[in-house]
């Protein structure tokens, strides 16, 4: 069975740095090489805010625009791990950070396994 193992999160100052990663382990039957990686974010208090970003195994990825020019997403497909690079991180940014993986075989929008989530809090 697939896990996704999320590490990283922490809090910070405002402008400030911080690297999320997301690790697979149990995977045998996926392979990130051949799959999709998003970030997922859910503030307190409220729903899920949608996708921030997705890295396709073409290469190709998406940014959603509150995080556009900010946060980069990355890929190890040899660690079968998922990075999520967070610059000038606003109060704005405190969430609970999720990741999700899905396989070449996964519709568009869908993800076959999640990650725990972790706690990014951006404050002075």
């Known amino acids: 069975q697939v896990q996704l193992v999320e590490s990283g999160g922490g809090l910070v100052r405002p402008g400030g740095s911080l690297r999320l990663s997301c690790a697979a382990s149990?995977?045998?039957?996926?392979?990130?090489?051949?799959?999709?990686i998003a970030w997922f974010r859910q503030a307190p208090g409220k729903e899920s805010a949608g996708v921030l970003c997705?890295?396709?195994?073409?290469?190709?990825?998406y940014y959603t625009d509150s995080v556009k020019g900010r946060f980069t997403i990355s890929r190890d497909n040899a660690k079968n791990t998922g990075y999520l690079q967070m610059n000038s991180l606003k109060p704005e940014d405190t969430a609970v950070y999720y990741c999700?993986?899905?396989?070449?075989?996964?519709?568009?929008?869908?993800?076959?396994?999640w990650g725990q989530g972790v706690q990014v809090t951006v404050s002075s």
């Open positions: 149990g995977a045998s039957e996926f392979t990130l090489t051949y799959g999709k």
């Open positions: 999700a993986m899905g396989s070449l075989l996964s519709p568009p929008g869908e993800y076959d396994y």
């Open positions: 997705i890295s396709n195994s073409d290469g190709s990825t």
